[in-house]
């Protein structure tokens, strides 16, 4: 637990703590004008509820589409091959950034999926994938690309998949 806190304080950015604290000032100011407005009932309870709603969307919700927007990059599959006398699945690509800011780092992540013909499986099954694994690439410069490779093992299913790869850069 303790790494984890620790990896979350390293990896906050400046923009982090102005999207924190403008979400804490909102609670504060709604919480005001609530007591402020205390005589008409509905109004406070109105104010109450959405300052509890921006305390709990917005650091998240606003993390989620800020990292999004800030730190763009474009994955490419270029192979993906399930390996014959080994348990495993190699999957290549390269990621490129294309965001305006170099990256630190990156965390590349292949997920592998159930795949059905039945399309209500298939939208259960993108839930919840059955293996995960994940490389990082460090110092990727703007503009630029690296060429990654994942091996997935041991990879026992015989039946259909589907992989996705995304990548999560600071």
Not at 58 to 70: D, F, I, K, R, V
Not at 78 to 105: C, M, P, R, W
Not at 149 to 161: D, L, Q, R, W
Request: proline share 2%; aromatic share 16%.
């Amino acid at each position: 637990m303790k790494e984890k806190i620790t990896t979350i304080v390293e990896n906050i950015i400046m923009y982090d703590y102005l999207l924190f604290g403008g979400a804490f000032f909102l609670f504060i100011l709604f919480i005001i004008f609530a007591l402020l407005a205390r005589r008409r009932a509905w109004i406070s309870t109105l104010l109450i509820t959405i300052a509890f709603a921006v305390i709990l969307t917005a650091p998240t919700m606003g993390y989620e589409y800020m990292h999004t927007s800030l730190f763009k990059n474009e994955i490419i599959i270029t192979s993906e091959k399930k390996l014959l006398y080994s348990q495993a699945v190699i999957v290549e690509g390269e990621l490129k950034n294309i965001s305006e800011h170099d990256f630190k780092h990156c965390d590349i992540s292949a997920k592998i999926f159930q795949a059905s013909s039945n399309e209500f499986k298939n939208y259960i099954y993108s839930f919840i994938p059955f293996r995960t694994e994940k490389v990082r690439k460090e110092q990727i410069a703007k503009e630029k690309s690296k060429k990654f490779t994942i091996i997935i093992e041991p990879f026992v299913y015989e039946g259909f998949y589907k992989i996705e790869v995304e990548g999560r850069c600071r």
